[in-house]
């Protein structure tokens, strides 16, 4: 049998494969989960819903009101910054943010290769042409060293656009220096890691502008929303004029710039508000899901998502884990499919993401780079080495390999062997241990 036909195998029916293909395929698969457990879901409480019916009784189901005022306060008190403005997304708020940077149509932005869409489509809204910057292993986050190498090929920039992935900070000492000595300012994209320290410090203050994010399935949801953070006050006032369509100090509609309908609802405030008394338990549960698969996944070729573990403290929004190459069965993917060849010893993401949903359980794979999505194939991209664009040579061996043996495309090496666990906070421990027991079946 043809490698390519064990590939096409792998979309029929296991009843429908030729004994010894069975025999050797099996792997053997945990009891169902009675209810599911997902990826990570909202957790809302009783505070939520006073704060929701006040807004309906008092008739404030508006971008103004005492919660969107009460949650601006509680956000700047936790993250200490001078100011928070409530707006209806955390891309909102990255967007208002590369404008406050001063963003024009063709200039270059240095942003994290590997992150949600939302870090980077604000710069594409103001024009700019994003050149992502690779990862390095220590935090999956963006690389100081290929970020020196991106100012070296393109000294005219002058904004760099970080986020922290899975909630863990990245390395901003380093980055924070290359930028300081290029004179480039920083926005922060803290969307999924509200919550985590560096240094002792909140992320969202970390940059002149940063955002986290209130979205659905983050550690703090108002279902939808987020928060431009800042120390410019003037700056938070302006994003507040922006934010509801540049309307001028005038008894009628007066404008005399480009505004956006951004601010928060007043609703959407008070599901937040009510969930932030219990930021702190949320990260407590989730470092304990780590802990635990941590422990789990002990003696086996895996590794869960690293951080700095001497100057920060994720929130650990989720819990990753990462496949060592030497345990990689084969696995590959197109743009919207991926193929596996079952091993025995071995596994890939795709086997255990579909073992996990066999038990009823959600996991994902890890969010694939920037410079690998279509979009975007003709951004620059830059690794530690340089320009990592057509890096690779078909009459070469290694093209990939950097100098120091190591892939030279880091974000893509973590895309292949990585996913996302589920993270649920509202996950038990025994639920934790058969989706632990599947994965760890699915080495054998």
Not at 37 to 57: C, F, G, H, K, N
Not at 102 to 112: I, L, M, N, T
Not at 279 to 299: D, N, P, T, V
Request: negative net charge.
């Amino acid at each position: 049998m043809t490698e390519l036909e064990l590939y096409k195998l792998i979309f029929i029916e296991r009843s429908a494969w030729p004994k010894t293909m069975q025999d050797f395929m099996s792997k053997e698969i945990p009891h169902k989960l009675e209810k599911k457990v997902w990826l990570s879901s909202p957790t809302i409480y009783q505070e939520s819903m006073d704060y929701m019916r006040e807004a309906y009784e008092t008739n404030w189901m508006s971008t103004v009101g005492a919660n969107i005022n009460e949650l601006e306060r509680l956000v700047a008190e936790k993250v200490k910054t001078k100011d928070a403005v409530a707006l209806a997304s955390g891309t909102s708020a990255l967007h208002l943010a590369i404008k406050l940077a001063g963003v024009k149509q063709g200039d270059k932005v240095f942003c994290a290769d590997m992150t949600f869409s939302a870090t980077v489509n604000p710069v594409l809204y103001e024009g700019g042409v994003p050149v992502f910057i690779d990862s390095e292993y220590d935090t999956w986050n963006m690389d100081p060293v290929a970020l020196e190498k991106a100012f070296e090929l393109y000294p005219e920039v002058k904004l760099v656009v970080i986020a922290h992935l899975y909630g863990t900070p990245a390395k901003m000492d380093e980055i924070r220096a290359v930028c300081k000595r290029h004179s480039a300012i920083i926005v922060e994209d803290a969307a999924e890691s509200f919550g985590a320290t560096y240094k002792g410090k909140q992320t969202g203050s970390l940059g002149s502008y940063n955002a986290i994010s209130f979205n659905g399935n983050k550690i703090i949801t108002g279902s939808s929303g987020g928060m431009l953070l800042t120390d410019d006050e003037k700056a938070g006032e302006k994003v507040r004029k922006w934010s509801t369509q540049s309307r001028e100090s005038a008894a009628w509609y007066q404008h005399e710039e480009v505004g956006y309908n951004y601010r928060m609802s007043n609703v959407i405030a008070g599901v937040a508000r009510g969930q932030m008394p219990y930021l702190e338990k949320h990260i407590e549960q989730k470092k304990a899901i780590y802990e635990r698969y941590k422990e789990g996944f002990k003696g086996l070729p895996i590794s869960m998502n690293p951080f700095d573990e001497k100057n920060s403290e994720p929130n650990y929004w989720l819990s990753c884990a990462i496949i060592d190459e030497s345990a990689m069965c084969k696995q590959v993917r197109s743009d919207s499919e991926a193929l596996y060849i079952s091993e025995q010893g071995k596994t890939c993401p795709t086997e255990i993401l579909e073992h996990l949903a066999e038990i009823n359980a959600e996991g994902r794979p890890i969010w694939k780079p920037m410079h690998a999505q279509p979009i975007f194939r003709m951004n620059p991209f830059i690794t530690r080495e340089g320009s990592g664009r057509g890096a690779t040579n078909a009459y070469i061996s290694g093209g990939t390999i950097g100098k120091d043996g190591r892939p030279l495309d880091v974000s893509m090496d973590i895309f292949h062997r990585g996913l996302c666990l589920p993270s649920d906070n509202k996950m038990t421990a025994e639920e934790q241990e058969i989706i632990i027991e599947t994965i760890r079946n699915c080495f054998e």
